[in-house]
């Protein structure tokens, strides 16, 4: 009787540090979208230049959409890179950074982009989160690759950092067949 209770107990033991193990590969930051493969929400809105935005209007080009908000401390660390990146990337026509400032008022927006600078790309303006609620953003930053075809490819949860365009981006932009990069959904 002893034997079966040490035989239970090791194979216990064992079932814990099996999935103690597994969690280990697991990224504590990731969090997963269920939009991702799927079509992205279309919105219509105001920009913050005060003219109209609609992300339908960007079809046919890869677009990154970077959620932000000048409340958001991590914004203002990811602030460098997504204007290295937009400097790196105004002369690829087949790519578009589209900002989204939600949750923000128009003047805490101009404070940001006058105080940290403007990259040169359009942001659209969502006070009331309805277009954060659409793509279920947790918080900000947290950016999406749109692919041509108008489907979600990825999700980065987080700021963006030195590097993720060439890592994260560019495979997946370069392993599309150019006769995918026009086609509508």
């Known amino acids: ?7 239970v107990l090791l194979l216990s033991v064992l079932a814990i540090l099996a999935l103690f193990a597994l969690g280990l590969h697991n990224d504590p930051h990731e ?15 105001q920009a913050l230049d005060g003219q109209p ?5 960007y079809r046919g080009k890869w677009v990154l959409l970077n959620f932000w908000g000048s409340w958001c401390v991590s914004c203002v660390a990811e602030h460098p890179y997504l204007m290295e990146l937009a400097r790196n990337t105004r002369q690829r026509s087949d790519f578009v950074i589209v900002g989204v400032d939600f949750k923000d008022t128009e003047q805490g927006a101009a404070q940001f982009l006058a105080r940290h600078g403007n990259p040169g790309y359009r942001h ?10 659409d793509w279920g ?19 980065q949860t987080g700021p963006l950092y030195p590097g993720w365009f060439e890592k994260m981006a560019l495979p997946l932009i370069q392993a599309t067949p150019p006769s995918h990069q026009g086609e509508s959904r």
Do not use: H
């Open 53 to 57: 935005i609609r992300l339908a209007d």
């Open 124 to 133: 659209a303006f969502d006070p009331g989160q309805k277009i954060a609620i």
């Open 31 to 45: 969090i997963p979208s269920p939009l991702v493969n799927r079509p992205a929400p279309d919105f219509a809105t």
């Open 1 to 7: 009787m002893k034997n079966i209770w040490q035989s």
């Open 137 to 155: 953003v947790y918080g900000a930053p947290e950016s999406y690759l749109i692919d041509p075809t108008g489907m979600i490819r990825l999700k």
